[in-house]
């Protein structure tokens, strides 16, 4: 057994792009991507500056996250300990993406399948070197067994002052840089200028996860650099990748959630005889939102042919995985209660309500687990995460009942708008606590761009306003007045519904607005 890592001599790195090259010609790497890249910082003030450069790539992690998060294990460590894919399991979730600290993977446009630099391990198995340390004509590129102390790069990494990148996220790297400024390994420290990156036309793509852009402030005035040490003047550009349709998913399964909690709580209050409005509407809904959840998480995958990897190789470790079995087991119950409903069953309601719970709870909280696997963005670690999915559940299962009371009789009007009015009030607590809290210097960036940045507006006017001042408003109103028209409680879950939509989407974006590399 061997442990190979790389040694990247940035002394000795002179920017000439040999590596990126061969790797492209190695991989067959279409344009637009890559396996490994160059970047160029500029520190300093004129006429005292300096440009220096950093290879970036894979960091062939001893506890790597996205072999973790992979949901087919389609990523998985060789013999010599690199972290290696195969094609055929990839069901393009981008999940790895997410999880990876170091920006070092991207969706293959040709194969739409995960790929990275897996240290030319075809190579390596017959005895050869990595085509980019053959091609470095510098010799800044080493590989090495980091296990055997005689080994060059042993020797060079026990001798001397090395660093390797986000040390804090404790994934073990196995890249090792030599003489590399601090500032080109934390990308938080450098920021594009205002006249963009040599060989580069725009300064930021509204769908890619990309540098700050000078100004960058946190609290400060316009023209602050906190924090900001050096200038990027080359780096590449890497896409978002989960967009509406994880925020859209977000939503549909805790409406599904919410509704079947919602029913809970009234067979709780006696009112398991309500055949409509408790055994049957009920699970309808939440089936027809389940079946819309499902078809989102499917439509996401870049080979959504692939979906039912997920059960036939499913990898425990993963939570896409273990959430594919809390949704077939919620979904399970919502049809047994669906069953016991049409059949007037009331007795069994009572036997399904503690499961029918478990399953709406795990329903709407395990993403919260699934977000804490993507190591790579800070924002979603939060542990309040949880709780704001939960409290969002409520928040739906409110709200759909005060819309399903417009078109039906609903028992107990006045406990829905409890319901609505505890769901939001607890749900603007835990984002206030959230936004309040102190974290790293990642989640500060990303708690400024939803709140500060580009999506001020959406987090702002649809997150808070819509989605929590309104209806905290229409359901205060409507318990005060004692009002018998649904009408205003059912407009108040409307924009709960909306607003939940912007708030998440705001969220799951700014997550991962904040650069990695």
Not at 167 to 186: C, H, I, M, W
Not at 422 to 446: D, N, P, Q, Y
């Amino acid at each position: 057994m061997t442990r190979l890592g790389f040694l990247l001599d940035s002394d000795n790195c002179i920017g000439c792009h040999a590596c990126t090259i061969a790797c492209k010609s190695e991989h067959d790497v279409p344009l637009g991507v890559n396996r490994t890249w160059v970047k160029y910082i500029e520190t300093g003030t004129f006429p005292d500056v300096a440009r220096k450069f950093n290879v970036m790539r894979c960091n062939q992690c001893d506890d790597a996250p996205c072999m973790t998060i992979c949901p087919t294990s389609a990523l998985f460590r060789s013999d010599n300990g690199v972290v290696d894919f195969q094609d055929d399991d990839c069901i393009g979730c981008k999940s790895c993406m997410n999880a990876c600290p170091y920006d070092a993977l991207y969706i293959n446009p040709e194969t739409n399948t995960a790929h990275k630099c897996n240290m030319c391990n075809h190579r390596l198995e017959v005895g050869l070197e990595p085509s980019c340390q053959v091609v470095c004509p510098t010799e800044a590129i080493k590989i090495g067994d980091l296990d055997d102390p005689t080994s060059e790069i042993s020797r060079i990494i026990a001798r001397d002052d090395v660093a390797v990148r986000a040390p804090e996220q404790n994934t073990k790297p196995k890249v090792f840089y030599r003489g590399a400024d601090q500032a080109s390994l934390d990308p938080t420290r450098t920021a594009i200028a205002n006249d963009g990156m040599i060989w580069a036309d725009t300064l930021s793509d509204p769908n890619g996860a990309r540098h700050p852009t000078v100004p960058v402030s946190i609290g400060k005035k316009p023209d602050s650099m906190d924090g900001v040490v050096a200038r990027t003047a080359y780096t590449t550009s890497h896409q978002m990748t989960w967009k509406g349709k994880v925020s859209g998913y977000l939503v549909t399964k805790a409406i599904a959630a919410g509704v079947m909690l919602v029913a809970v709580l009234m067979v709780l209050l006696g009112h398991s005889g309500e055949q409509a409005a408790v055994g049957v509407v009920p699970p309808v809904v939440a089936g027809i939102f389940l079946a819309i959840t499902g078809a989102l998480l499917v439509a996401d995958l870049k080979q959504p042919g692939r979906f039912y990897f997920l059960i036939t190789k499913g990898n425990w470790s993963s939570w896409l995985v273990k959430g594919a079995y809390v949704l077939m087991f919620f979904a399970a119950v919502c049809g047994l209660w669906f069953l016991a409903g049409v059949a007037g069953l009331e007795e069994t309601f009572q036997i399904l309500a503690i499961p029918a719970a478990v399953g709406a709870a795990g329903t709407a909280g395990y993403t919260a687990y699934l977000f804490a696997q993507c190591e790579g963005r800070d924002l979603w670690q939060t542990p309040l995460l949880l709780p704001v999915l939960l409290a969002q559940a409520v928040t739906a299962g409110g709200a759909a009942y005060a819309i399903l009371d417009v078109f039906m009789d609903v028992p107990r009007p006045a406990a829905i708008g409890w319901v609505l009015l505890g769901g939001v009030a607890a749900t603007a607590a835990f984002i206030a606590m959230e936004l309040t809290s102190k974290g790293s210097r990642h989640v500060e960036l990303a708690v400024h761009e939803m709140t500060h940045g580009s999506l001020k507006q959406q987090f702002w006017l649809g997150g808070i306003l819509l989605g929590l001042v309104i209806p905290a408003f229409d359901a205060i109103t409507f318990l005060a007045t004692g009002s018998d028209s649904p009408l205003l409680l059912a407009a108040g879950g409307i924009c709960a519904l909306l607003g939940m939509f912007a708030y998440e989407d705001s969220f799951v974006r700014a997550g991962q607005s904040v650069p990695l590399s």
